[in-house]
């Protein structure tokens, strides 16, 4: 067991990446869950936690923080201890300039849940979350107890698309591409985070997101060692590619429950899942395109 540093010797997250600087919290947020840093796996890592009973991780997508998960977190707090981290490279936890591959950021989370003495939990993974939330399951069997996962490709399971897709496709996915370049990314984001990231979250949305969340996550983008990190996750893909070619011949069993917008992927995330899993269902959000939570 990895255990993590006493909290009295770390300092206390603070500013808009905390809960006690977030924006646009529902009532009562900040009386259920609290904002702390948890030094594990070799990795300072913050993470937001609250409620009683079995525990749930909830693994935010790109380019998110834990705060993707905000308007969920009071629900299921009402049954479940949630633990909600911001991934390495994220928000406020430590951007090193290595170990954006789907199996060392699963076993930052596994040394998370260790230090805060979590043995076995279910996983909620969107978007790269779902990456790392198969890679989790797959990868430390004996911990996870359920999986649900939301809204993206599988890489090295699902099918790659054609270079030359349709333009509707081209436009779900071309950033994939993108981010994946090793800086020429950076130079054309940097000073223009608001269109870049401003255009994500508009054109995968059913409707418009919240402008306090949309300016919220952009500002945490407008640091340079912050937007070098957002795509470090996507420069890793040819690792994770490879090791999700290795776990998909050990096909998972616990039970999966694969979730989709209607005006995304829909069926596409359980018939993906179905391709790695033996055990799994289907939800289908009406309604919804993208932003599940």
């Not at 947020?29 to 909830?58: D, K, N």
């Not at 890489?155 to 349709?166: D, I, K, Q, R, Y």
């Not at 990190?229 to 999700?244: E, G, K, V």
Request: aromatic share 8%; charged share 15%.
């Amino acid at each position: 067991m990895v255990v993590g540093s006493p909290a009295s010797e770390l300092p206390v997250p603070e500013g808009p990446g905390s809960v006690s600087g977030a924006p646009g919290l529902p009532d009562g947020f900040a009386g259920m869950f609290a904002s702390r840093f948890v030094e594990a796996g070799g990795l300072r890592q913050h993470v937001v936690t609250g409620g009683a009973g079995p525990p749930v991780l909830l693994v935010h997508g790109w380019p998110q923080t834990w705060y993707a998960w905000r308007l969920v977190m009071p629900e299921l707090a009402r049954g479940f201890s949630v633990v909600v981290p911001d991934q390495r490279g994220c928000g406020l936890s430590g951007r090193p300039g290595d170990g954006y591959d789907t199996g060392t950021l699963a076993g930052d989370l596994v040394a998370l849940m260790d230090a805060l003495g979590h043995g076995r939990f279910a996983v909620a993974g969107h978007d790269t979350g779902m990456w790392i939330g198969y890679a989790l399951a797959a990868d430390h069997p004996g911990r996870v107890a359920r999986l649900a996962v939301a809204e993206t490709p599988l890489p090295g399971v699902s099918p790659s698309p054609p270079l030359f897709a349709n333009a509707h496709l081209n436009n779900a996915l071309w950033h994939f591409a993108f981010n994946r370049l090793a800086s020429v990314n950076d130079d054309l984001v940097a000073g223009r985070e608001e269109i870049y990231f401003g255009w994500q979250f508009a054109t995968k949305a059913a409707r418009p997101l919240p402008d306090d969340a949309v300016r919220y996550y952009i500002d945490t983008l407008s640091v340079p060692e912050a937007l070098h990190a957002s795509f470090a996750i996507y420069r890793a893909l040819d690792t994770t590619i490879a090791q999700n070619q290795q776990r998909k011949e050990r096909r998972l069993t616990l039970p999966v429950l694969g979730i989709g917008g209607a005006h995304s992927l829909g069926e596409q995330v359980a018939g993906t899942m179905k391709l790695a899993a033996d055990d799994v269902q289907s939800v289908v959000i009406p309604g919804c395109a993208h932003w599940v939570a």
